[in-house]
């Protein structure tokens, strides 16, 4: 069972609203996979092909995202007891405007046009600033739980300055815009969109679901306290240091950033080492491994290592598998929890509402973990061993993996919608 004490689960928008998000990210992570094995070793050769900016935008905007945006609807009403305002509407017209923003995005960038690659911008630039001003409004309104909706305040700042640089790149790629040092305006982009917008949520997240979901002993107060607003200090001196023209320099503040996650992630296996409950179920193994990602990934950057293999890291790594395991948890218990309150409200006592793990059975998620294991190893392998040809068999492995994640999630969401038309 989940340790619930504290959470203001009457908030909760309907269940829709953040179940949209999660049933719409898999298939961008399908299509990154199909991408990669249709571009073979070009796609992992170097970060600036147009594949490879693609597949990266695939899966941070694409899938990452949009699991991001449907958890930020759902947790500032659970956790500070803050409903995002107007949550239908704002939902559906931001996942809208995301989806298909990032579809053109991808588009335009995969394949050179123009057009796409402009209002794919704006569509996804419009979608994530709704819904990340609504969230906003929420977290201004909500109580209790100050360390992690300092997290998630942070994290939706990342998101406006990753959203600002993601329009100005694209509008340097269009030579509407002279970026002098470009590279360096992508390591921004970059530094603000996976360590801050997705980084400091995740890290917000972890505060939370990490004792509830496996009965461990809470994060220490001066983690929860200093992690988030030195990551985010650490992103703001990078920036500065590259505006004054000193981009070279900008690499002392994303190492600050970097320490601040690998102290997270030492921190949290230690927390699940010293659980409660010593099931080793799906979800935790998909935290352990996107934690042992965070940490070969810092130790990489501060050796020297492949830009290629730490992208794919922390792209695939903890992008798609930590959200993954988490939606295990999430999905389930969520069914669960409104078919209660539907059978509360229509007093229907005689009708029996299944456990949570009959909505996503143990075993096929462990079988997923497995699906996304190979997959990660054969991608990294890619990103070590350039020209053997592992590319293609690595993409079709994260096709593989992130389709029958779609499988699952849509299963669970079909298998709520049955048993809701009873009550």
């Keep these: 069972m989940l340790n619930t004490a504290g959470l203001r689960l009457d908030q909760a928008p309907p269940l829709t609203v953040p179940f949209a998000f999660f049933l719409g990210a898999p298939p961008f992570a399908v299509a990154a996979g199909l991408l990669l094995a249709w571009q073979g070793e070009g796609a992992l050769a170097a970060r600036w092909t147009p594949a490879a900016l693609a597949l990266a935008h695939l899966i941070a905007l694409g899938f990452l995202s949009q699991i991001l945006c449907g958890a930020l609807l759902q947790l500032p009403p659970v956790l500070a007891g803050a409903p995002v305002p107007r949550v239908v509407p704002v939902g559906r017209a931001a996942q809208a405007l995301l989806a298909t923003g990032t579809a053109l995005l991808c588009a335009g960038l995969a394949l050179g046009w123009g057009l796409a690659l402009g209002v794919g911008a704006l569509g996804a630039a419009a979608g994530l600033t709704l819904l990340a001003g609504a969230v906003a409004v929420a977290l201004s309104r909500g109580r209790g739980s100050v360390d992690t909706r300092r997290a998630m305040g942070l994290g939706l700042g990342a998101l406006a300055v990753t959203v600002v640089l993601g329009l100005m ?146 792209l695939v790594g903890v992008g798609v598998g930590l959200p993954s395991g988490m939606l295990f948890k999430i999905m389930p218990f969520l069914s669960w929890f409104h078919l209660q309150q539907r059978q509360l409200a229509a007093r229907r006592f005689d009708l029996r509402i299944p456990h949570m793990h009959a909505f996503i059975p143990e075993r096929r998620a462990r079988i997923h973990w497995g699906l996304h294991l190979i997959a990660l190893g054969l991608l990294v392998a890619a990103t070590l061993a350039p020209g053997r040809g592992l590319a293609p068999l690595a993409g079709l492995a994260l096709a593989v993996s992130a389709g029958y994640l779609g499988l699952l999630v849509t299963t669970c969401y079909l298998r709520y919608r049955a048993l809701a038309r009873r009550f």
């Design 169 to 314: 790149l694209s509008a340097a790629l269009l030579g509407w815009l002279r970026l002098p040092g470009l590279p360096g305006w992508v390591d921004l982009h970059l530094g603000w969109g996976l360590l801050g917008w997705a980084g400091l949520i995740l890290m917000g997240v972890g505060y939370q679901v990490v004792p509830m979901f496996h009965v461990t002993p809470a994060y220490p107060g001066w983690l929860r306290s200093w992690s988030a607003p030195l990551a985010a200090g650490g992103l703001v001196a990078a920036t500065v240091l590259t505006l004054a023209g000193q981009a070279e320099r900008a690499t002392w503040g994303l190492g600050l950033v970097a320490a601040c996650f690998a102290v997270f992630a030492l921190t949290t296996l230690d927390r699940q080492r010293r659980r409660e409950r010593p099931i080793l179920d799906a979800t935790l193994l998909h935290w352990r491994l996107a934690m042992a990602c965070v940490l070969a990934a810092v130790l990489l950057w501060f050796t020297g290592g492949r830009a290629e293999t730490i992208g794919v890291l922390l």
